[in-house]
């Protein structure tokens, strides 16, 4: 790709990102969020427990048929103290438990999957008018206080966290059931910790139990 052409995509992603955040910020403040400029992301952490809400936005990208610019915000719940424990119990381990364990956030969610209707929901042309980005900014933020909020507040702490995963209203993948356990764990809730590995394959769940000290 020419190098100007990419500057120029560039930037205008960097133009998108900047109005929505203008829509953005004043309704994450009132919540704790605190806008994060390493990492582009609206951050909290509180009750042990840290909040991230991103735009992740592309330009191109094959799932919109490569044309346009695509926005998928996601959202992540990670317990630093769970993760901790994770890898303090990795590093006396052994054998196929460290190819499939490693520390990793509780949570991580697409927005557009908690959205009702068809994906994806926010999307824009190469060339967006002012009007198109400012319109989709608005269903954006709308989306974010009627659905996004909400489900974070449902991430809140560490005993929301443990009661959604066991209770199936979290959407969880198997890379975060090794330190989910090792959160169940710390908080004296085997019967949580054995399951949240219950969803695993027969010879990882057995693997992981037995570094948890678990009845496989």
Not at 113 to 139: C, F, M, R, Y
Not at 199 to 210: D, N
């Amino acid at each position: 790709m020419d190098k100007a052409v990419q500057a120029n995509r560039l930037s205008r992603l960097v133009d998108v990102c900047d109005q929505i955040d203008l829509l953005l910020a004043p309704e994450f403040a009132p919540h704790g969020f605190r806008f994060r400029r390493r990492d582009a992301t609206y951050h909290r952490e509180q009750n042990g427990v840290a909040l991230s809400f991103a735009l992740g936005i592309s330009s191109r990208p094959p799932s919109i048929g490569g044309v346009g610019i695509l926005i998928e915000p996601h959202l992540v719940a990670a317990v630093n103290a769970w993760m901790a424990d994770a890898e303090r119990r990795l590093a006396s381990s052994s054998g196929p438990v460290l190819r499939w364990e490693h520390p990793s956030p509780v949570v991580w969610e697409l927005l557009d999957w908690l959205v009702p209707g068809n994906s994806p929901h926010w999307t824009l042309p190469d060339d967006p008018e002012q009007a198109e980005v400012e319109d989709i900014a608005k269903l954006l933020r709308d989306s974010v206080v009627e659905v996004g909020l909400p489900f974070m507040e449902r991430l809140a702490t560490t005993e929301l966290l443990l009661d959604g995963v066991v209770g199936g209203e979290l959407r969880v993948l198997d890379d975060a059931r090794f330190t989910i356990a090792c959160g169940a764990l710390l908080a004296g809730r085997l019967d949580l910790a054995r399951t949240a590995l219950e969803p695993l394959g027969t010879a990882r769940r057995e693997s992981a139990a037995s570094v948890l000290g678990l009845p496989a």
